[in-house]
C-alpha cells in the first residue's frame, strides 16, 4: 500500500485548498443565516460555479460521468470538503444524498433515465433523494421495509411512509429513488426494488420536515417524512430489474460510506486546529489552558487518533480500488465503526475546551458534532456493522471447531 499523493492527487488538493480559503471559509458565518434552513442559501449557486470554472466538479464519481479519480484519489479531497461540511461538498457537488443516487444511475438506470435524471443531476441543476428509511419498522434491517410497490399493467403503484429521508425538504429536489417491497413472499433479500419517483407525482407528500438535534442539517437539503398514496409512475421507472433493490443499495451504501468517514477525518482536523488556538487563547486560573495536563492529553490523543483513522480509511479506499467493494467489505465496515466514534470524541473535547462558546453557534462545533453522531446511525447503525463483522471474524475460525 502506497498512500503517498501523485501527481493528480495533489495538482486537485492545492486547487481545492485554495478555493477552500477563497470561497468556502469567508462565508461560512452567513451561509445558514438565509431563510428557513431548507432554501439553500443564495451564495451556494455562486460557489458551485466558481467550482465548476476552477474543475472541482463531481470529483467523487469515477469514469466518464465524473472526474475519473480513484477512491484512494477522491479521499484527501473529501476531507478537505469535510473541515466545511455544510458547504464545500454542495459547492462541488459531491454531497449526499445525490452522490449516491448519481452513482446508482450511472451504474443501473437505463439510458433514458440517465438523459432525464442523471445528466441534470451532474449539472447541478437538480437535487435528489434516497427514500428507504421508514418509521414503522427497525430499519437497520433493510429487509423489513414495508412500503409496497404493485405492478398494475404498465404502471407501478406505491404505497407507504418514509422517514429522514435526506434531501427531500429542498425545494431542488425533483426526483426520489424509493425502495420499497414487489413480491413479499420472495426470498429475504429479493423482495425488495428501486424505482424513481417525480417529485409532483400525485399521491405523494411531504408530510413535515425533521430535523437532527435541532438543526434543519440544511446542507444535506433536509429531512422529510413522505407519504406514499397510490401513487403510480410508469414500469420504466424501475431501476435494474425487481426483486434487484436490495443489491443495489449495497452497492450504493459502499461507497457513501467511505465518503462519509473520509470528511469525518476533515471535520477531526478542523475541530483538532480549533482546539489548538483556543487552548493558546484562554488562560484560566493563571495559566494558558494549553499548559493544563488535561488539555494537553486532549491534542495529543486526537492527533493519534485522527492519524489512525485516516489511515484505515485510505486503506479502505486502496482495497475498493484494487478488490472492489466486497474485498473491501471488512474495511468498510471498520471505518463506518471506528470513525464516527473517534471523530464525536475528539469534537467532544474541542467544545469542552472552548466552555460554552463551544455549543453555540459561534464556532462549527456544535454543528460538527451533531453530525458525526447522526453518522452512527446512518447508513447502518454501529451495532448492526459490529455484528456482521463480528461473524466474518468467527467464520473464520469456526472449520477449526
Not at 433514458?112 to 434516497?130: C, V
Not at 406514499?228 to 443499495?249: D, M, Q, T
Not at 451504501?253 to 468517514?261: D, S
Not at 488539555?295 to 484505515?312: G, H, M
Amino acid at each position: 500500500m502506497d498512500f503517498e499523493f501523485d501527481a493528480t492527487t495533489e495538482d486537485y488538493r492545492k486547487r481545492l485548498l485554495a478555493f477552500m480559503e477563497e470561497h468556502v471559509y469567508p462565508v461560512e458565518a452567513g451561509y445558514h443565516a438565509e431563510g428557513d434552513g431548507w432554501e439553500p442559501p443564495a451564495v451556494l449557486k455562486e460557489l458551485q460555479s466558481k467550482a465548476k470554472d476552477a474543475g472541482l466538479w463531481n470529483l467523487f464519481l469515477p469514469g466518464e460521468h465524473g472526474a475519473g479519480l480513484t477512491n484512494l484519489q477522491y479521499a484527501p479531497l473529501a476531507e478537505i470538503t469535510g473541515r466545511s461540511p455544510s458547504i464545500a461538498p454542495a459547492a462541488l457537488n459531491c454531497a449526499a444524498p445525490d452522490t449516491g443516487n448519481m452513482e446508482v444511475l450511472a451504474e443501473f438506470g437505463t439510458p433514458e433515465q440517465q438523459e432525464r435524471w442523471l445528466t441534470p443531476l451532474l449539472a447541478g441543476e437538480i437535487r435528489s433523494a434516497f427514500a428507504m428509511t421508514e418509521p414503522q419498522v427497525a430499519s437497520s434491517d433493510a429487509t423489513n421495509i414495508g412500503t409496497r410497490i404493485e405492478r398494475d399493467g404498465d404502471d407501478y403503484v406505491i404505497n407507504g411512509r418514509k422517514f429522514y429521508i435526506t434531501g427531500a425538504m429542498n425545494p431542488h429536489c425533483k426526483i426520489f429513488i424509493v425502495m420499497g417491497k414487489t413480491d413479499p413472499d420472495a426470498a429475504r433479500h429479493v423482495q425488495q426494488s428501486q424505482i424513481l419517483v417525480p417529485r409532483d407525482t400525485p399521491g405523494l407528500t411531504v408530510k413535515r420536515g425533521m430535523t437532527v438535534f435541532g438543526y434543519a442539517d440544511g446542507d444535506h437539503g433536509g429531512h422529510a417524512e413522505l407519504v406514499f398514496e397510490n401513487v403510480r409512475v410508469p414500469a420504466a421507472n424501475l431501476i435494474g430489474v425487481e426483486g434487484g433493490g436490495f443489491a443495489i443499495s449495497q452497492a450504493r451504501l459502499g461507497p457513501g460510506r467511505i465518503h462519509h468517514c473520509m470528511r469525518l477525518i476533515g471535520m477531526a482536523e478542523r475541530a483538532l486546529e480549533l482546539m489548538c488556538v483556543r487552548a493558546l487563547a484562554r488562560t484560566p486560573f493563571g495559566k494558558p489552558l494549553a499548559e493544563q495536563g488535561v488539555i494537553q492529553d486532549w491534542i495529543a490523543e486526537s492527533r493519534v487518533r485522527i492519524e489512525q483513522a485516516r489511515l484505515l480509511v485510505l486503506k479502505a479506499a486502496w482495497l475498493m480500488d484494487t478488490v472492489g467493494n466486497k474485498g473491501a467489505h471488512t474495511e468498510i465496515q471498520s471505518i463506518k465503526i471506528m470513525v464516527p466514534a473517534t471523530v464525536e470524541w475528539i469534537l467532544d473535547k474541542a467544545i469542552q475546551t472552548h466552555g460554552a462558546a463551544g455549543v453555540s453557534q459561534d464556532t462549527p462545533l456544535a454543528a460538527l458534532w451533531a453530525g458525526a453522531r447522526t453518522l452512527r446511525l446512518a447508513d447502518g447503525p454501529d451495532e448492526v456493522h459490529k455484528r456482521s463483522l463480528a461473524r466474518r471474524e468467527l467464520n473464520r475460525y469456526r472449520s477449526r471447531s
